[in-house]
């Protein structure tokens, strides 16, 4: 996989498509499945990642 970091978050992809989003604020891990906040974020990342 690749990893993506974000003020808030590192995040590492795996190869089956599922995500983890470590987030610095609150200093855990979320899981492949992170909260909607976080999966919203994310998946703004990673469209101006694929951009």
Do not use: K
Request: no cysteine; glycine share 8%; proline share 8%.
């Amino acid at each position: 996989g690749y990893g993506i970091l974000l003020p808030e978050y590192q995040i590492a992809v795996h190869p089956t498509g599922a995500f983890e989003a470590y987030d610095y604020r609150m200093n855990e891990l979320e899981a492949v499945r992170p909260s909607p906040e976080v999966a919203g974020e994310v998946l703004q990342a990673l469209s101006r990642f694929y951009r």
